[in-house]
């Protein structure tokens, strides 16, 4: 059987699951292998649950920003299976130039979001990722890397973890809105990092009606 471009792993009941996806986003499943443990080495595995795996279309549609968490725990597969897809990220010449933080304790989630405008929505939830760009890191490209590139890097990172935890049943909110400063100190970030991103990553307890979007003739200019 021809795993292709789009296999992927995942873990189930103590299970090793072998699934791809075809042309449409539909994801099929081989007969599990036993497996205790299977280390993340930079793959995508997915956390125990019950739910069958999204379609990735169906996973854009679904994603929305939810600012309401319940008090419930992210399990560490679900955590270990959106840091695992975030490392899957495309970057500027592969240098993945970004540093992802996760923050539990209830104190700096709260300092967070005193960071973040008073977005109190920070403290409810149980995980917060933070994304920092790592100009350093890019800098073999010169200016360009290292006020931009790792910027868009860091950024794209953020929009694969939202896509993983819509596909496990979690909810997210993009933040962009808070002191720069105020977040460094209150994550004493390493010196040359620079926080572009907050991620809150919970259960949803609410369910906000849609937004809309623009129309595609609004948003897309097709030149001949």
Known sequence: MGRGKGHREARRAGALLIYWLDRRGQAH????????????????????????????????????????????????????????????????????????????????????????????????????????????????????????YCVQDATIAVAYAQLAATALGLATCWIGAFDEDAVSRALDLPAGQRPVGLLPVGYAAETPPRTTRRQLSDLVIDHP
């Not at 443990?37 to 795996?53: D, H, M």
């Not at 990735?56 to 560490?76: G, H, M, N, W, Y």
Request: with cysteine; proline share 5%; hydrophobic share 45%.
């Open 29 to 148: 499943c081989a007969k599990p292998i036993d497996s205790s443990r299977v280390a993340l080495s930079g793959r995508v595995t997915a956390a125990r649950t019950q739910r069958e795996p999204m379609k990735l279309f169906d996973v854009i549609q679904a994603r929305q920003s939810i600012r309401a968490f319940q008090p419930k725990a992210v399990e560490t597969d679900q955590l270990e299976t959106i840091l695992a897809t975030v490392n899957q990220a495309p970057s500027a010449g592969n240098l993945q130039a970004y540093q992802v933080h996760v923050f539990r304790e209830v104190k700096i989630r709260q300092a967070l979001a005193r960071a973040a405008l008073r977005q109190e929505f920070l403290a409810q939830a149980p995980v917060v990722l933070v994304f920092c760009a790592c100009p350093a890191r890019a800098a073999k490209y010169g200016q360009r890397g290292e006020q931009l």
